[in-house]
Structures are given as C-alpha cells and as structure tokens.
C-alpha cells in the first residue's frame, strides 16, 4: 500500500546498519512504487561529504546488499531521493543545514531514526527540539542498544520523552519485525484449535533459540561491553517469549498488544542469587570449526581483551508466576559461533495420560509445535501416526507448513516492514517505554550478579550448540534440547 509523503532522516546515515539495511530497505518500498515521488531521504552523518561522493558511497556499501539487483532506472530514482547532510550531532550550532533540507510543512510526516549509539539519543532530541525541527507529525525510532541497564534505559525514556510523546516514539527490536513473529500472533488468536491448549495444563515447556553460526566479527568494540544477555536476551529472546506468552489481548491496537506483554514481563520470576546460579549458564566461544572452517576463540579475536569475561552464548530456565503458566519452565538460550544458524519457538505438550495400544506410554512422544522464524519460515507439528501395515504401530509424524511454498507473495525484511510501520505510524510493534523498562528489570539482578562474581563464562567450542553446562540446565528436568535429541 502506498505511503503517505515524508521526509525521512537516518542519523548515522553513513554508518553500516544505514548502508546494510536502512537504505537496502527504502529501496524495497520504493522499487514497489510505495514511496510517493516527493518522499526524500536525508542521511546525516559527522564525515563532511559532498552529495556525490556520499551517493558514491551508498553505490559501494550498499547497493550490495539489496537482494535482486537493482535495475539502472529505479536504482537512479532511489539516489535522487537522498540528500546527505554533514553535521555535528553534539553541536546545536551545527544543524543548520538539516533543518534546510527538510521541508517546511508541519503535517508533512517527519522521521528521526536515531542509527546512533544511545549516549547521543538526548542530545540529539534536544537539539531537534532547540532549531524547532520537532513538529507534531514528527516521530523518533531508537535503535538498540536501548540501555546498558535499568538505569540508563529509564534515562533513555526521561531524555526522549522530554522532547517527544510515547504516541511519537518507536523503539526497535528487529525481531518484531520478522514475519514468523507476527505469524505467531496469527496462529494463536486466528484459530480456535491452540488457545484452550495455550496453558500449563496441556503444556509441559517451551524452548525459544537464537543460534547463530557467526563470530562477534567487526563489531568487537562494542559487543565486548555488551555480551549476548543485553545484546540478545535482554531484547529479542524476550520479545518472542512475550508473543508466546502473553494473555489474548482485545485487538491489534499498540497498547493492547503492548500492555498483554507488559503483563509477561512483570510476571517473570526473579533470580535470587541461588536461584540465578542454578538456572542460568554463561558460555564463551572457544576455537573451532564451523562449516568446516577453523575460527578463532572469542578471546583470540582481533582486539579481544585476553582475560575478556563477556558471554558470547547464555541459556536460561525462566519461569512466568501467573495462572496461565505457573510450573512451565521457558528456557531461553542464544550464542554465537554455533552449530546453525537458527531461531525457533518449539512449545511441548503434555504426555498422553494412558495408552489404548499395545506400546507403553512412554512411547508416544508428546506433541510439539515447532515455529521456525530462521533460516526457513515455517511451523512444523508432531504427531502420533499409524504407521502401514497390518499391525497398529505408531509413530511420530510431522504436519508441515512452510510459509514460502504456501503463499508466494514477496517476503518484506524486518527493517522494511517495520519502516513501513513508522511511516504509517503504526505503534504495535515496537516497544512501550515501560516494557523496556520491566524486560530490563528482570535482567537486572544478573548483571549485577555476573559483575560481583569472579567466575568466567564456560568454555564451549565453536561450532557446536553450546556449553554442556547448557545441556546440564535442561536435563536436570529429564529433557533435552531439540537439536541434541
Ligand atoms: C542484533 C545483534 O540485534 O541481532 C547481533 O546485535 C545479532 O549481535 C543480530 O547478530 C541477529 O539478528 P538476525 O536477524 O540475523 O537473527
């Protein structure tokens, strides 16, 4: 559906997540003819450039990474739409030139996205605020990391919502924006078949994974202050758990959906230190081989403290103190430098009660529902079939549903669906400020304990699923993984 005008402004308009997925996404909308002619794209960036060589810039970083080439044409038209603007984002002094390359009509939409590290989101505000180059069909996308803490995150929302409303500010996490996540909501509240079974009755526990098979890469500087609890955890595993768990909320109105997994997070269990010790593992990568390729250790990386502590994988056993899911263990686990690259959802249901066949119960391997968010979308259910013959033999079966081979409509990337919700200024999708606040909250008592500890994380090898330590976590309950079974 076409977009409405706007102008649209990428602070950190030359840096990588700008050139990798910003732009390659506009490009997408705008290939769709979804922009309107007018519709301009202004990349501020410190680096003083000319238009030209910044347009020469997105042709070698950018262009790459669209996934059908593009065609001469519509590349060109996409290009006339950027205007680079260089400035100071710490110098109010500095913005004059922004504010002469937005327009001037105040209903015209206006987006900020802040592609910048967090310790500039207030400064940047309040200078947009100072040269009044925040009208009221102005909005503001921050990107992550949205805090270090509890702390820093509320300072977050106080120097934000100085300058902006709640109503104006849209804070990513990409994964929302990933189509399986909301296929989620779709299974659960378009059908009648899972809700009543959507409880601690008929479900035994749910596993939710992010593996991914790459290193920390380039972006050492600063994955090696953040680690894989606030850089996955903190954010995108509890966004899934949230869309899993969450109470039907009345509509697909932003605060419905958003007060429902406020509702998830504030019931989360917390860690005491004895608790926290027996349910969460901490792992570092070691050197290995993954894809038959030998990598080297998190701390043989370039730049990589020798002594580092950061966590590049972490499982958790978290426990949600409601009704609903009261004695259902969620366990939570995402690492680098793993055997795949995958996530997925997979919920457990109970055990059959009694066996009418001649196999015992234990035979029968409860249902599960598998919901594949990567590499391939799709949800997959097991079942108990009879297998040919003569005899009544069961065995597990797999009903399959794979979201490519079933509607073959073009797929929209994350960034791009979800910069299309801003345009529109569609809110569902991304975080309350309160939401974060309480996901962080929950993390808190972790961090502050893995910084008082001595110990290190665990030892696992790269190209394998992780610490045994991980796989000691969940046995302790009599189960196993997925990938391990
Ligand atoms: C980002 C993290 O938010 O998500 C990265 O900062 C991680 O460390 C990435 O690699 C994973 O996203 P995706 O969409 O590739 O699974």
Redesign the pocket.
């Known amino acids: 559906m076409a977009l409405s005008d706007f102008d649209l402004v990428f602070f950190g308009g030359s840096g990588d997540l700008a050139m990798r997925k910003l732009l390659p996404a506009m490009y997408s909308r705008d290939v769709c003819n979804d922009l309107p002619d007018s519709a301009r794209i202004i990349c501020v960036g410190r680096d003083e450039a000319t238009q030209e060589e910044f347009l020469k810039m997105v042709e070698t970083n950018s262009k790459q990474h669209i996934k059908d080439t593009p065609e001469e044409a519509s590349w060109q038209r996409f290009l006339k739409r950027i205007v680079y603007v260089a400035l100071n984002a710490t110098d109010v002094a500095t913005y004059g030139p922004l504010a002469e390359a937005l327009r001037k009509d105040e209903s015209l939409t206006r987006v900020y996205y802040l592609a910048t590290p967090p310790h500039l989101f207030a400064t940047i505000c309040d200078n947009l605020a100072a040269t009044n180059l925040v009208t009221p069909a102005s909005r503001v996308v921050l990107e992550?990391p949205l805090g270090r803490d509890l702390a820093s995150a509320k300072q977050i929302n106080l120097d934000v919502g100085k300058v902006f409303a709640e109503s104006q500010i849209y804070r990513i996490d990409?994964?929302l924006g990933?189509e399986t996540v909301q296929n989620l909501l779709a299974l659960r509240f378009g059908n009648i078949l899972f809700e009543p079974l959507w409880r601690r009755e008929w479900i035994s526990d749910v596993q939710i994974t992010?593996a991914?098979k790459?290193g920390v890469g380039n972006?050492l500087g600063y994955?090696d202050t953040s680690g894989a609890l606030r850089?996955?955890l903190q954010?995108?595993l509890l966004q899934l758990l949230c869309i899993v768990a969450m109470e039907p909320p009345t509509s697909i109105a932003p605060d419905a959906v958003r007060d429902a997994k406020l509702q998830v997070l504030r019931s989360l269990k917390r860690f005491t230190p004895t608790t926290l010790s027996q349910n969460i593992v901490r792992g570092q990568y070691r050197g290995g081989y993954v894809d038959g390729q030998a990598v080297p250790g998190y701390r043989d990386e370039p730049g990589a403290p020798k002594q580092s502590k950061t966590e590049t994988f972490v499982s958790v056993k978290a426990e949600i103190d409601t009704w609903r899911w009261a004695g259902v263990p969620f366990y939570l686990r995402t690492g680098?430098r793993m055997a795949d690259r995958l996530?997925e959802i997979v919920v457990r249901f109970k055990p059959i009660p009694h066996s009418i066949f001649n196999q015992p119960t234990s035979s029968f391997q409860p249902n599960s529902l598998v919901i594949r968010l990567?590499p391939d979308e799709g949800l997959s259910m097991n079942l108990m079939a009879k297998t040919p013959g003569d005899s009544m033999r069961l065995k597990q079966a797999e009903l399959e549903l794979d979201f490519r081979e079933q509607f073959k409509s073009p797929r929209m990337e994350?960034y791009e669906r979800l910069l299309v919700d801003v345009l529109r200024g569609q809110l569902t999708l991304f975080m309350r400020g309160d939401e974060l606040e309480a996901a962080w909250e929950w993390v808190e008592p972790i961090l502050e304990h893995w910084e008082q500890d001595d110990s290190t994380p665990v030892p696992y090898t790269s190209g394998t699923w992780g610490p045994a330590a991980s796989s000691a976590l969940i046995g302790r309950d009599g189960l196993q993984w997925r990938e391990e079974v």
């Open positions: 992550k990409h994964y990933k992010i991914e790459i972006r994955y850089d996955m954010n995108h680098k996530a990567q994350a």
